[in-house]
């Protein structure tokens, strides 16, 4: 098990080598999460993640032998960018097994840091049994993302790195796929300051950790999608579970949804990009999973790599789900003129229309009649509420809206 003299000497290895993340305090998420909130910002690093920390560690540890034969490694992304930019760096070859589906941004910077890159399998695990392949015909040294002491050393840094910009933190509280994160900050703060909480987050979709703290030993738990990809793994660590079953204070679950939500909150709020990893521990804060009501808590942002297309769709539900946009359908009688007379009621409503759909054909109404699908741009239920009210008032009828109030 590693121990805090090694997580020192991960902070002697590379503390000219990565970036000192900073640590803001968060008005407006204290204000929300009725805690004080700080937020270690590790999406800030080269490489967009807290990856690089262990990988660094562990390249800088090698042999000149090992140097010279190169590394492999396999990762859904973070780690694989973590090592290819310090791999480069310090002049060793690496290559890279990445899963198929794994976001084009991951991908490309992967290859711009100078990784070789090799697409394979549809899952981490059919990509690490690739690297391990060719770590045997290529005679490499192979880089594990988590279940290294070399590389839980290497995250541990952030736990130091708290201690050092808030020392008055009373929860630290961090994302869990592998378990080599949280195991490296545990250490850092157990061994320093026990009475300071540490607390772990998993996606519901891929609760390995979870499982294994409940079975007493690591177990695979069943493939599943998820926001969070890069803490998408099926099977904890062997090492990481022997120090976070002896350091972890909690565990506990986010499900897609609020991981989605998080990462709107921490875009709009904090103007900080956050993929669903980074963005998890912020879940469990706001949907009070933790009993830290009223604590100093430092949250850590781990990573920044998302795709843009995640975060556009991730915009548009929110939107959705906060009533600033909301689709009606109308039904109209097919006359001229109609369609007119809706759009200045929308306008009188200060209703701003996106996009409108005139519908003649499939539309089950009557032959006189027409359908007209609008998505509106609205400012909250309530607005969308008025809006309605002066569609009804002026004789139309609405047939259908996605509006949802949220549940008090």
Not at 44 to 70: P, V
Not at 148 to 171: C, F, K, R, S, W
Not at 211 to 224: C, W
Not at 284 to 299: D, I, S, Y
């Amino acid at each position: 098990m590693i121990t805090f003299a090694d997580v020192e000497q991960a902070r002697r290895r590379i503390g000219d080598s990565v970036f000192l993340s900073p640590c803001a305090y968060s008005e407006s998420l204290s204000k929300l999460t009725s805690t004080k909130c700080w937020l270690k910002l590790e999406n800030l690093q080269m490489t967009g993640s807290f990856k690089e920390r262990g990988a660094c560690n562990k390249l800088m540890a090698l042999t000149a032998d090992e140097r010279q034969h190169g590394v492999i490694c396999a990762s859904a992304g973070n780690h694989a960018q973590g090592v290819a930019y310090h791999a480069t760096r310090l002049g060793i070859d690496a290559t890279i097994v990445m899963p198929l589906q794994t976001p084009l941004i991951k991908v490309s910077s992967t290859r711009n840091f100078g990784g070789r890159v090799v697409l394979h399998g549809t899952s981490y695990d059919e990509a690490y049994e690739e690297a391990r392949r060719l770590q045997a015909l290529e005679n490499r040294t192979f880089v594990h993302p988590f279940d290294d002491d070399h590389v839980m050393a290497g995250q541990g840094t952030i736990g130091l790195e708290l201690l050092e910009q808030n020392p008055y933190l009373e929860a630290i509280v961090v994302a869990v796929g592998g378990g080599g994160l949280a195991a490296g900050i545990a250490v850092a703060i157990k061994e320093t300051n026990p009475r300071i909480k540490v607390y772990g987050v998993e996606t519901a979709a891929l609760p390995s950790m979870k499982e294994a703290l409940a079975a007493g030993k690591p177990v695979t738990v069943a493939a599943a999608r998820t926001i969070a990809e890069g803490i998408a793994v099926r099977r904890a660590g062997d090492k990481t579970f022997e120090v976070i079953s002896k350091y972890l204070d909690d565990l506990v679950l986010v499900d897609e949804e609020e991981i989605a939500e998080s990462i709107l909150l921490l875009l709009e709020r904090e103007k900080t990009v956050a993929e669903g990893a980074g963005a998890a521990p912020l879940a469990a804060l706001v949907h009070n999973r933790l009993p830290v009501h009223g604590k100093k808590v430092g949250v850590v942002v781990c990573g920044g790599n998302i795709d843009v297309n995640v975060i556009s769709r991730i915009i548009d539900r929110g939107l959705v789900k906060s009533g600033r946009i909301v689709r009606l359908e109308v039904t109209l009688p097919d006359v001229s003129g109609a369609l007119a007379k809706l759009t200045r009621v929308l306008g009188d409503a200060n209703a701003n229309i996106v996009q409108i759909h005139h519908d003649r054909t499939f539309a089950a109404t009557e032959l006189n009649e027409t359908l007209v699908e609008l998505v509106l741009e609205t400012r909250g239920f309530d607005h969308i509420a008025a809006v309605s009210d002066a569609l009804a008032s002026a004789g139309y009828r609405i047939a259908n809206s996605n509006a949802r109030p949220p549940t008090t």
